[in-house]
């Protein structure tokens, strides 16, 4: 199936911005030693596939299977990321519903840049870009299935009874 130019620009910018999370991920863990939290894991857990799964649906140039699998993986971690900014900002006065590893806390901010802007928020804004990137995937597979022909049955014979005369 062909894609159309904005598909395309939406395979390339989640492309990259898939790749520039894994890489950033990578580069904080391991050249800058931040330990990732439990949930800085399960964040990593949704965006490393994605890194695979949009560039590998733009070389196959199928608009439809890049929404469905990459979908699962933005949604959930987008709403993980969204929930670790919010412990992060101090919005769960009790300090959260899912509990976290005491000696790494979920809560700590190991960036604090302008006052809000930390890891997981930077995970949010990457899962957001992912998911309004995969919008004109998902309007494109609504079409297609929409715009298919109907199934072709085969043709009826017209069939007559015969009147016997006896």
Do not use: E
Not at 2 to 27: D, F
Not at 76 to 98: E, H, K, P, R, V
Not at 118 to 131: E, K, M, Q, R
């Amino acid at each position: 199936m062909k894609l159309t130019i904005t598909q395309r620009v939406a395979l390339w910018i989640g492309s990259i911005q898939a790749w520039a999370a894994l890489l950033g991920s990578l580069y904080l863990s391991n050249v800058l030693y931040f330990p990732p939290c439990d949930l800085c894991w399960l964040q990593r857990i949704c965006f490393y596939p994605l890194a695979w799964i949009i560039p590998v649906s733009l070389a196959r140039k199928d608009a439809r299977s890049g929404f469905i699998y990459a979908l699962p993986f933005a949604a959930i971690g987008w709403l993980l990321s969204l929930y670790q900014s919010l412990l992060q900002w101090g919005a769960f006065a009790n300090g959260g519903i899912i509990p976290c590893n005491l000696d790494n806390p979920c809560s700590v901010k190991q960036i604090n840049i302008f006052g809000f802007v930390t890891i997981p928020f930077l995970s949010f804004l990457g899962f957001t870009v992912i998911l309004l990137c995969l919008i004109p995937l998902a309007r494109r597979s609504h079409r297609a299935v929409a715009a298919a022909p109907p199934a072709r049955t085969p043709a009826r014979r017209a069939t007559t009874k015969r009147r016997s005369t006896r």
